[in-house]
Protein backbone atom coordinates (compact mmCIF):
# COMPACT_ATOMS: atom_id res chain seq x y z
CA UNK A 1 0.00 0.00 0.00
CA UNK A 2 1.14 3.47 -0.74
CA UNK A 3 0.16 6.53 0.01
CA UNK A 4 -0.02 9.94 -1.91
CA UNK A 5 -0.48 13.56 -2.01
CA UNK A 6 -2.15 14.85 -4.63
CA UNK A 7 -0.42 18.42 -5.04
CA UNK A 8 -3.16 20.00 -7.14
CA UNK A 9 -5.58 19.40 -4.46
CA UNK A 10 -3.68 20.00 -1.29
CA UNK A 11 -4.49 23.67 -0.25
CA UNK A 12 -1.94 23.33 2.99
CA UNK A 13 -5.03 22.70 5.65
CA UNK A 14 -2.17 21.17 7.93
CA UNK A 15 -3.74 17.95 8.93
CA UNK A 16 -1.85 15.35 7.62
CA UNK A 17 1.42 16.36 9.00
CA UNK A 18 -0.16 17.16 12.86
CA UNK A 19 -2.18 13.36 12.81
CA UNK A 20 0.65 11.62 11.08
CA UNK A 21 4.17 12.98 11.19
CA UNK A 22 5.83 9.90 10.86
CA UNK A 23 4.47 9.84 7.09
CA UNK A 24 3.78 13.57 6.22
CA UNK A 25 5.78 16.82 6.37
CA UNK A 26 5.43 20.16 4.88
CA UNK A 27 7.04 22.45 2.10
CA UNK A 28 8.06 26.07 2.77
CA UNK A 29 4.69 26.89 1.73
CA UNK A 30 3.30 24.53 4.48
CA UNK A 31 1.47 22.39 1.51
CA UNK A 32 1.46 18.26 2.57
CA UNK A 33 4.21 16.03 1.28
CA UNK A 34 4.80 12.27 2.03
CA UNK A 35 7.85 11.96 3.64
CA UNK A 36 10.37 8.95 1.55
CA UNK A 37 9.05 6.96 -0.84
CA UNK A 38 5.27 6.62 1.00
CA UNK A 39 4.79 2.55 1.24
CA UNK A 40 3.09 2.16 4.03
CA UNK A 41 3.58 -1.07 6.69
CA UNK A 42 0.94 -2.79 9.25
CA UNK A 43 2.31 -0.10 11.44
CA UNK A 44 1.31 3.01 9.86
CA UNK A 45 -1.11 1.98 7.42
CA UNK A 46 -3.98 3.48 10.74
CA UNK A 47 -2.47 6.45 10.57
CA UNK A 48 -2.52 7.44 7.18
CA UNK A 49 -5.96 6.49 6.94
CA UNK A 50 -6.56 8.50 9.76
CA UNK A 51 -4.88 11.43 8.15
CA UNK A 52 -6.87 10.66 4.88
CA UNK A 53 -10.25 10.72 6.71
CA UNK A 54 -9.11 14.54 8.59
CA UNK A 55 -8.39 16.48 5.11
CA UNK A 56 -10.90 18.62 4.56
CA UNK A 57 -9.75 18.62 0.75
CA UNK A 58 -9.45 15.31 -0.04
CA UNK A 59 -5.92 15.30 -1.38
CA UNK A 60 -4.70 12.17 0.18
CA UNK A 61 -4.52 8.86 -1.48
CA UNK A 62 -4.24 5.38 -0.19
CA UNK A 63 -3.53 2.85 -3.68
CA UNK A 64 -2.66 -0.91 -3.98
CA UNK B 1 -26.49 48.35 15.47
CA UNK B 2 -28.65 50.50 13.46
CA UNK B 3 -32.56 50.74 13.96
CA UNK B 4 -33.88 47.95 11.38
CA UNK B 5 -36.46 45.40 11.23
CA UNK B 6 -35.70 42.26 13.14
CA UNK B 7 -35.76 39.52 11.06
CA UNK B 8 -39.04 37.14 10.56
CA UNK B 9 -38.18 34.71 8.68
CA UNK B 10 -34.31 34.00 8.20
CA UNK B 11 -34.93 31.72 4.76
CA UNK B 12 -36.45 34.32 2.87
CA UNK B 13 -34.49 37.63 4.67
CA UNK B 14 -31.95 36.48 6.52
CA UNK B 15 -29.16 38.84 8.24
CA UNK B 16 -26.29 37.89 10.21
CA UNK B 17 -26.35 40.93 12.12
CA UNK B 18 -29.78 40.63 13.95
CA UNK B 19 -29.68 40.06 17.11
CA UNK B 20 -31.30 36.03 17.37
CA UNK B 21 -28.63 35.41 14.97
CA UNK B 22 -25.97 37.14 17.00
CA UNK B 23 -26.72 35.44 19.96
CA UNK B 24 -27.64 31.79 18.60
CA UNK B 25 -27.22 31.33 15.24
CA UNK B 26 -27.15 27.32 15.38
CA UNK B 27 -30.86 26.26 15.19
CA UNK B 28 -31.41 29.05 12.70
CA UNK B 29 -29.45 27.13 10.26
CA UNK B 30 -30.62 23.76 11.41
CA UNK B 31 -34.15 25.36 10.42
CA UNK B 32 -32.78 26.05 7.22
CA UNK B 33 -30.98 23.26 6.18
CA UNK B 34 -34.52 21.01 6.91
CA UNK B 35 -36.77 23.21 4.24
CA UNK B 36 -34.49 25.45 2.37
CA UNK B 37 -30.75 24.67 1.64
CA UNK B 38 -30.10 28.24 0.40
CA UNK B 39 -31.41 31.23 1.97
CA UNK B 40 -32.02 34.97 0.58
CA UNK B 41 -32.18 38.37 1.48
CA UNK B 42 -33.22 41.08 0.05
CA UNK B 43 -30.93 43.10 3.11
CA UNK B 44 -27.13 44.54 1.81
CA UNK B 45 -28.68 44.33 -2.01
CA UNK B 46 -29.40 40.83 -2.14
CA UNK B 47 -27.63 37.93 -0.90
CA UNK B 48 -27.46 34.21 -0.40
CA UNK B 49 -26.29 31.92 2.12
CA UNK B 50 -25.95 28.17 1.51
CA UNK B 51 -26.48 26.28 4.81
CA UNK B 52 -25.00 22.29 3.43
CA UNK B 53 -21.80 21.30 3.27
CA UNK B 54 -22.15 20.56 -0.11
CA UNK B 55 -23.28 23.93 -0.90
CA UNK B 56 -20.86 25.94 1.04
CA UNK B 57 -17.99 23.18 -0.66
CA UNK B 58 -19.60 24.06 -4.00
CA UNK B 59 -19.15 27.67 -3.74
CA UNK B 60 -15.73 28.22 -1.85
CA UNK B 61 -14.27 26.00 -4.75
CA UNK B 62 -15.93 27.90 -7.49
CA UNK B 63 -13.79 30.90 -8.68
CA UNK B 64 -15.24 30.37 -12.08
CA UNK B 65 -18.38 32.00 -11.21
CA UNK B 66 -17.48 34.26 -7.62
CA UNK B 67 -15.86 36.70 -7.23
CA UNK B 68 -13.52 37.03 -4.19
CA UNK B 69 -13.00 41.15 -4.85
CA UNK B 70 -14.84 41.49 -1.22
CA UNK B 71 -15.40 39.27 1.15
CA UNK B 72 -16.91 41.10 3.96
CA UNK B 73 -20.62 41.86 3.34
CA UNK B 74 -21.48 45.33 3.45
CA UNK B 75 -24.25 48.00 1.64
CA UNK B 76 -21.85 48.79 -1.02
CA UNK B 77 -20.29 46.96 -3.17
CA UNK B 78 -16.60 47.85 -4.30
CA UNK B 79 -16.40 51.07 -6.46
CA UNK B 80 -14.86 51.93 -9.47
CA UNK B 81 -11.61 53.87 -7.01
CA UNK B 82 -10.96 50.40 -5.22
CA UNK B 83 -8.34 48.38 -6.70
CA UNK B 84 -10.20 45.51 -9.07
CA UNK B 85 -10.28 41.90 -9.54
CA UNK B 86 -8.23 40.00 -9.74
CA UNK B 87 -5.97 41.84 -7.01
CA UNK B 88 -9.11 43.47 -4.74
CA UNK B 89 -8.44 45.48 -2.01
CA UNK B 90 -7.06 42.93 0.62
CA UNK B 91 -4.07 40.64 -1.27
CA UNK B 92 -4.81 37.41 -1.19
CA UNK B 93 -7.68 37.49 0.11
CA UNK B 94 -9.72 39.59 -2.07
CA UNK B 95 -7.89 37.98 -5.09
CA UNK B 96 -9.05 35.84 -7.74
CA UNK B 97 -6.70 33.24 -9.79
CA UNK B 98 -4.76 33.98 -11.58
CA UNK B 99 -3.34 36.93 -9.77
CA UNK B 100 -4.28 35.23 -6.48
CA UNK B 101 -1.45 32.32 -6.52
CA UNK B 102 1.14 35.02 -6.60
CA UNK B 103 -0.16 37.11 -3.84
CA UNK B 104 -0.47 33.91 -1.97
CA UNK B 105 2.85 32.31 -2.75
CA UNK B 106 4.31 35.77 -1.26
CA UNK B 107 2.20 35.42 2.64
CA UNK B 108 2.54 31.53 3.23
CA UNK B 109 6.57 31.17 4.09
CA UNK B 110 5.56 33.76 6.70
CA UNK B 111 2.58 31.63 8.12
CA UNK B 112 4.28 28.25 7.23
CA UNK B 113 4.01 25.62 10.17
CA UNK B 114 8.03 25.92 10.55
CA UNK B 115 7.72 29.66 10.66
CA UNK B 116 4.87 29.36 13.20
CA UNK B 117 6.77 26.67 15.24
CA UNK B 118 9.47 29.44 15.66
CA UNK B 119 6.79 31.46 17.56
CA UNK B 120 5.31 29.45 19.46
CA UNK B 121 7.75 30.11 22.60
CA UNK B 122 6.70 33.79 22.29
CA UNK B 123 2.99 33.26 22.32
CA UNK B 124 2.94 30.69 25.41
CA UNK B 125 5.18 33.31 27.11
CA UNK B 126 2.22 35.93 26.25
CA UNK B 127 -0.17 33.88 27.80
CA UNK B 128 1.92 33.40 31.28
CA UNK B 129 2.15 36.69 31.34
CA UNK B 130 -1.43 37.44 30.77
CA UNK B 131 -2.48 34.71 33.54
CA UNK B 132 0.54 36.33 35.78
CA UNK B 133 -1.51 39.04 35.80
CA UNK B 134 -4.99 38.15 36.15
CA UNK B 135 -3.29 36.42 39.58
CA UNK B 136 -5.20 34.69 42.16
CA UNK B 137 -8.47 35.76 42.39
CA UNK B 138 -12.20 34.06 42.43
CA UNK B 139 -13.94 36.63 39.89
CA UNK B 140 -11.71 37.02 36.36
CA UNK B 141 -12.82 37.90 32.97
CA UNK B 142 -11.42 35.33 30.39
CA UNK B 143 -12.35 37.47 27.45
CA UNK B 144 -11.55 40.87 28.49
CA UNK B 145 -8.48 39.73 30.40
CA UNK B 146 -7.08 36.72 28.84
CA UNK B 147 -8.80 35.99 25.01
CA UNK B 148 -9.12 39.53 23.45
CA UNK B 149 -5.04 39.73 23.96
CA UNK B 150 -3.32 37.11 22.53
CA UNK B 151 -4.02 37.76 18.78
CA UNK B 152 -3.44 41.53 18.87
CA UNK B 153 -0.18 40.85 20.71
CA UNK B 154 1.07 38.29 18.10
CA UNK B 155 -0.10 40.25 15.12
CA UNK B 156 1.24 43.28 16.31
CA UNK B 157 4.38 41.33 16.72
CA UNK B 158 4.56 39.48 13.47
CA UNK B 159 3.71 43.59 11.49
CA UNK B 160 6.24 45.44 13.67
CA UNK B 161 3.46 47.83 15.07
CA UNK B 162 4.39 49.85 18.00
CA UNK B 163 3.43 48.03 21.32
CA UNK B 164 1.22 50.58 22.61
CA UNK B 165 -0.97 50.53 19.99
CA UNK B 166 -3.50 47.45 20.58
CA UNK B 167 -6.96 49.07 21.84
CA UNK B 168 -6.23 50.71 18.20
CA UNK B 169 -6.29 47.77 16.44
CA UNK B 170 -9.24 45.89 18.46
CA UNK B 171 -11.32 49.61 17.42
CA UNK B 172 -10.10 48.93 13.68
CA UNK B 173 -11.32 45.07 13.86
CA UNK B 174 -14.47 46.24 15.41
CA UNK B 175 -15.30 49.06 12.44
CA UNK B 176 -14.33 46.75 9.87
CA UNK B 177 -16.51 43.75 10.67
CA UNK B 178 -19.11 45.11 13.00
CA UNK B 179 -20.16 48.31 11.54
CA UNK B 180 -21.29 46.24 7.98
CA UNK B 181 -24.84 47.50 8.09
CA UNK B 182 -23.78 51.31 8.20
CA UNK B 183 -24.42 53.69 5.13
CA UNK B 184 -21.96 53.19 2.66
CA UNK B 185 -20.83 57.06 3.54
CA UNK B 186 -20.32 56.45 6.82
CA UNK B 187 -18.24 53.56 6.38
CA UNK B 188 -15.92 55.37 3.95
CA UNK B 189 -16.04 58.07 6.79
CA UNK B 190 -15.08 55.32 9.49
CA UNK B 191 -12.47 53.89 7.46
CA UNK B 192 -10.17 57.31 7.21
CA UNK B 193 -8.64 56.69 10.43
CA UNK B 194 -7.76 53.02 9.61
CA UNK B 195 -6.16 54.56 6.30
CA UNK B 196 -4.05 56.65 8.47
CA UNK B 197 -2.43 54.97 10.22
CA UNK B 198 -1.38 51.85 7.99
CA UNK B 199 0.12 54.79 6.03
CA UNK B 200 2.07 55.88 9.11
CA UNK B 201 3.22 52.44 9.51
CA UNK B 202 4.59 51.73 5.80
CA UNK B 203 6.38 55.48 5.69
CA UNK B 204 7.93 54.66 9.48
CA UNK B 205 8.76 50.88 7.85
CA UNK B 206 10.46 52.59 4.73
CA UNK B 207 12.50 54.89 6.83
CA UNK B 208 13.72 52.42 9.45
CA UNK B 209 13.41 48.86 7.89
CA UNK B 210 13.26 46.09 10.28
CA UNK B 211 12.89 42.07 10.26
CA UNK B 212 9.13 41.90 10.26
CA UNK B 213 6.63 41.38 7.56
CA UNK B 214 5.65 45.16 7.15
CA UNK B 215 9.42 46.02 6.09
CA UNK B 216 9.22 42.04 3.58
CA UNK B 217 6.12 43.01 1.93
CA UNK B 218 7.78 46.67 1.35
CA UNK B 219 11.01 44.75 0.11
CA UNK B 220 9.49 41.52 -1.83
CA UNK B 221 9.62 41.39 -5.29
CA UNK B 222 7.65 39.55 -7.98
CA UNK B 223 9.68 38.76 -11.33
CA UNK B 224 11.60 41.79 -10.34
CA UNK B 225 9.12 44.50 -9.47
CA UNK B 226 8.12 45.33 -5.56
CA UNK B 227 4.41 44.98 -4.28
CA UNK B 228 2.30 47.86 -5.64
CA UNK B 229 1.64 50.15 -2.69
CA UNK B 230 -1.93 49.18 -2.32
CA UNK B 231 -1.06 45.86 -2.44
CA UNK B 232 1.05 45.79 0.84
CA UNK B 233 -1.45 48.18 2.26
CA UNK B 234 -4.16 45.83 1.48
CA UNK B 235 -1.91 42.53 2.80
CA UNK B 236 -1.28 44.30 6.07
CA UNK B 237 -4.67 45.57 6.93
CA UNK B 238 -5.92 41.62 5.78
CA UNK B 239 -3.17 40.39 8.43
CA UNK B 240 -4.24 42.87 10.98
CA UNK B 241 -8.21 42.07 10.60
CA UNK B 242 -8.62 38.42 9.74
CA UNK B 243 -5.46 37.93 12.54
CA UNK B 244 -6.92 39.05 15.56
CA UNK B 245 -10.79 38.93 15.44
CA UNK B 246 -10.98 35.44 14.53
CA UNK B 247 -8.20 34.20 16.69
CA UNK B 248 -9.82 36.06 19.58
CA UNK B 249 -12.91 34.27 19.07
CA UNK B 250 -12.10 31.13 18.65
CA UNK B 251 -10.05 30.94 21.50
CA UNK B 252 -12.82 32.59 23.74
CA UNK B 253 -15.69 30.20 22.34
CA UNK B 254 -13.38 27.26 23.69
CA UNK B 255 -12.98 29.04 26.75
CA UNK B 256 -16.39 29.57 27.06
CA UNK B 257 -17.37 25.50 25.87
CA UNK B 258 -14.82 24.67 29.19
CA UNK B 259 -16.60 27.19 31.50
CA UNK B 260 -20.14 25.31 30.68
CA UNK B 261 -18.99 21.65 30.23
CA UNK B 262 -17.21 20.70 33.11
CA UNK B 263 -17.35 17.22 32.05
CA UNK B 264 -15.02 18.06 28.73
CA UNK B 265 -12.85 20.77 31.21
CA UNK B 266 -12.01 17.74 33.33
CA UNK B 267 -11.17 15.37 30.57
CA UNK B 268 -8.80 18.06 29.44
CA UNK B 269 -7.19 18.57 32.15
CA UNK B 270 -6.71 15.23 32.78
CA UNK B 271 -5.69 13.53 29.82
CA UNK B 272 -3.13 16.43 27.85
CA UNK B 273 -2.70 14.01 24.82
CA UNK B 274 -6.09 14.67 23.57
CA UNK B 275 -5.45 18.24 23.47
CA UNK B 276 -4.42 18.18 19.64
CA UNK B 277 -7.92 16.30 18.93
CA UNK B 278 -9.90 18.63 21.11
CA UNK B 279 -8.93 21.47 19.65
CA UNK B 280 -10.15 20.28 16.10
CA UNK B 281 -13.27 19.68 17.66
CA UNK B 282 -13.62 23.27 18.85
CA UNK B 283 -12.82 24.75 15.54
CA UNK B 284 -15.34 22.81 14.15
CA UNK B 285 -17.84 23.48 16.51
CA UNK B 286 -17.55 27.04 17.31
CA UNK B 287 -15.76 27.95 13.80
CA UNK B 288 -15.84 31.63 14.02
CA UNK B 289 -15.69 32.99 10.16
CA UNK B 290 -17.63 33.07 7.46
CA UNK B 291 -16.70 34.91 4.15
CA UNK B 292 -18.16 36.47 1.46
CA UNK B 293 -18.60 36.28 -2.51
CA UNK B 294 -20.27 38.37 -4.93
CA UNK B 295 -21.54 36.72 -8.00
CA UNK B 296 -19.77 37.49 -11.43
CA UNK B 297 -22.84 36.87 -13.51
CA UNK B 298 -26.35 36.43 -13.54
CA UNK B 299 -26.86 32.71 -13.25
CA UNK B 300 -28.77 29.95 -12.50
CA UNK B 301 -26.77 28.40 -9.02
CA UNK B 302 -27.69 25.70 -6.98
CA UNK B 303 -31.16 26.14 -7.90
CA UNK B 304 -31.19 29.68 -7.43
CA UNK B 305 -31.76 33.22 -9.56
CA UNK B 306 -28.46 34.52 -8.86
CA UNK B 307 -28.24 38.34 -9.63
CA UNK B 308 -24.41 39.81 -10.66
CA UNK B 309 -23.06 41.37 -7.31
CA UNK B 310 -25.28 39.06 -5.26
CA UNK B 311 -23.55 38.62 -2.08
CA UNK B 312 -23.08 34.50 -1.28
CA UNK B 313 -22.25 34.51 2.69
CA UNK B 314 -20.19 31.05 3.09
CA UNK B 315 -21.38 28.93 5.98
CA UNK B 316 -18.39 27.41 7.03
CA UNK B 317 -19.74 27.27 10.72
CA UNK B 318 -23.19 25.93 9.43
CA UNK B 319 -21.45 23.18 6.84
CA UNK B 320 -19.38 22.09 9.93
CA UNK B 321 -22.54 21.15 11.77
CA UNK B 322 -24.48 19.53 8.63
CA UNK B 323 -25.50 15.88 9.74
CA UNK B 324 -25.24 14.51 6.25
CA UNK B 325 -21.31 14.80 6.87
CA UNK B 326 -20.61 15.00 10.48
CA UNK B 327 -22.13 12.00 12.64
CA UNK B 328 -23.75 13.53 15.47
CA UNK B 329 -22.98 16.85 13.57
CA UNK B 330 -24.51 19.35 17.07
CA UNK B 331 -22.66 17.21 19.59
CA UNK B 332 -19.33 18.21 20.82
CA UNK B 333 -17.70 15.35 21.11
CA UNK B 334 -14.04 16.26 22.75
CA UNK B 335 -12.46 13.25 20.69
CA UNK B 336 -13.74 13.01 17.85
CA UNK B 337 -11.13 11.06 15.39
CA UNK B 338 -12.45 11.61 12.36
CA UNK B 339 -13.16 15.82 11.44
CA UNK B 340 -12.82 16.86 7.98
CA UNK B 341 -14.31 20.80 9.58
CA UNK B 342 -14.15 23.77 6.68
CA UNK B 343 -13.24 26.20 9.82
CA UNK B 344 -10.50 27.63 7.43
CA UNK B 345 -12.59 27.26 4.89
CA UNK B 346 -12.04 25.28 1.52
CA UNK B 347 -10.19 25.41 -1.77
CA UNK B 348 -7.68 28.09 -2.69
CA UNK B 349 -8.51 30.66 -0.01
CA UNK B 350 -7.70 28.21 2.34
CA UNK B 351 -6.92 30.55 5.61
CA UNK B 352 -3.39 31.72 4.92
CA UNK B 353 -3.17 31.91 8.92
CA UNK B 354 -4.45 28.60 10.11
CA UNK B 355 -1.23 26.98 11.52
CA UNK B 356 -0.89 30.47 13.30
CA UNK B 357 -4.02 30.47 14.43
CA UNK B 358 -4.33 26.59 15.39
CA UNK B 359 -1.43 27.39 17.73
CA UNK B 360 -2.42 30.26 19.65
CA UNK B 361 -5.71 28.38 20.06
CA UNK B 362 -3.99 25.30 21.24
CA UNK B 363 -1.19 27.20 23.26
CA UNK B 364 -4.37 29.67 24.96
CA UNK B 365 -6.41 26.95 25.82
CA UNK B 366 -3.35 24.86 27.33
CA UNK B 367 -2.02 27.49 29.80
CA UNK B 368 -5.44 28.75 31.03
CA UNK B 369 -6.56 25.47 32.10
CA UNK B 370 -2.70 24.72 33.62
CA UNK B 371 -3.48 27.72 35.22
CA UNK B 372 -7.03 27.52 36.28
CA UNK B 373 -7.72 23.58 36.04
CA UNK B 374 -11.92 24.15 37.26
CA UNK B 375 -13.69 27.40 36.41
CA UNK B 376 -17.26 28.36 35.42
CA UNK B 377 -19.60 31.10 34.52
CA UNK B 378 -20.29 33.39 37.34
CA UNK B 379 -22.71 35.45 35.29
CA UNK B 380 -24.13 33.12 32.33
CA UNK B 381 -26.65 36.30 31.43
CA UNK B 382 -23.81 39.01 30.96
CA UNK B 383 -21.70 36.88 28.17
CA UNK B 384 -22.02 38.47 25.30
CA UNK B 385 -20.87 37.54 21.42
CA UNK B 386 -19.38 39.34 18.54
CA UNK B 387 -21.47 40.90 15.64
CA UNK B 388 -21.29 39.73 11.55
CA UNK B 389 -18.70 37.69 10.17
CA UNK B 390 -16.62 36.33 12.68
CA UNK B 391 -18.42 34.71 15.71
CA UNK B 392 -16.92 34.42 19.20
CA UNK B 393 -18.05 34.63 23.35
CA UNK B 394 -16.36 38.55 24.06
CA UNK B 395 -17.39 39.33 27.44
CA UNK B 396 -16.65 35.94 29.51
CA UNK B 397 -16.99 36.58 33.31
CA UNK B 398 -15.55 33.59 35.10
CA UNK B 399 -15.75 32.38 39.02
CA UNK B 400 -12.43 30.24 39.06
CA UNK B 401 -13.38 26.80 41.24
CA UNK B 402 -10.77 25.74 43.97
Known amino acids: MKVRIDADLCQGQGRCFSIAPNIFGFDDLGNGVVLGDGELTDETIESARLAQSNCPEHAIFIEE | ?402
Not at chain 2, 228 to 240: D, K, N, Q, R, S
Not at chain 2, 293 to 318: H, N, S, T
Open chain 2, 1 to 402: MTDKPLVQDFASDWDHTDPKWVADPYPIWEDLRKRCPVAHTDRYGGGWFPVTHAGVSAVAKDTEHFTSRTVVIGNGRPGEEDMPAPIGVAPPISSDPPFHAIARRIMLPALSPAAVNALEPQIRALCVELLDKIGDRELINAGSEYSQFISVGVIKQLLGFPPDDEDLFREFVHIVLEGVDHPQEQRIEEFEPIEAYFTKQIEDHQENPRDDLTSYLLNVEIEGQKLAPEHVFGTMVLTLIAGIDTTWSAIASSLWHLSTHPDDLARLVNEPDLMPVAIEEFLRYYAPVTMARLVKEDMQYLGCPMKKDDWILLGFPAANRDPSVFPDAGKFIIDRAENRHLAFGLGIHRCAGSNLARTELRVAVEEFIKRFPRFELSDPGAVTWSIGQVRGARNLPFRILK
